[in-house]
């Protein structure tokens, strides 16, 4: 008797793992629309922030540093003076008015916003 309980509690634990890792597999942490509350959470400066506020960040502030070197197509020029903090309300604001666009990798999406509002002439 107590191999069948165990077989059943094996068998229940087994279905929950393959349930929530079919749950995790459906929500896509490189999007954009993943990664917005992230960003917007990042940009509210209050300092409380999780490892996806962190990414969020980081990834602007990376594209900033190699801006010049990115291809053609996305290459930033930040204007002296322009803070990081100022990129992160472009990536923000590109992202609130492309909501179609949210599907689409979230790195992605904050190289087109920073390339249109500081392309490189």
């Known amino acids: 008797m107590p191999i069948c309980i165990g077989v059943r509690t094996f068998a229940g ?6 349930l929530a890792s079919t749950a995790k597999a459906d929500q896509d942490f490189g999007s954009g629309n993943f ?5 917007q959470h990042f940009m509210t400066d209050n300092y ?3 490892v996806w506020d962190g990414d969020c960040g980081g990834t602007i502030e990376t594209l900033l540093f190699l801006g010049r070197a990115l291809p053609d197509s996305y290459k ?10 100022q990129a992160g309300r472009i990536v923000v604001n590109y992202m609130q008015s492309h909501p ?11 190289m087109t916003a920073l390339h249109e509002a500081w392309p490189c002439n």
Do not use: E, I, N, Y
């Open 48 to 50: 409380r922030f999780d």
């Open 76 to 85: 930033v020029c930040r204007p002296k003076g322009a803070t990081a903090s």
């Open 100 to 110: 179609q666009d949210l599907h689409q990798p979230f790195r992605g999406l904050a």
């Open 13 to 18: 634990v087994g279905m929950f793992l393959v």
């Open 35 to 39: 990664m917005l509350p992230h960003c």
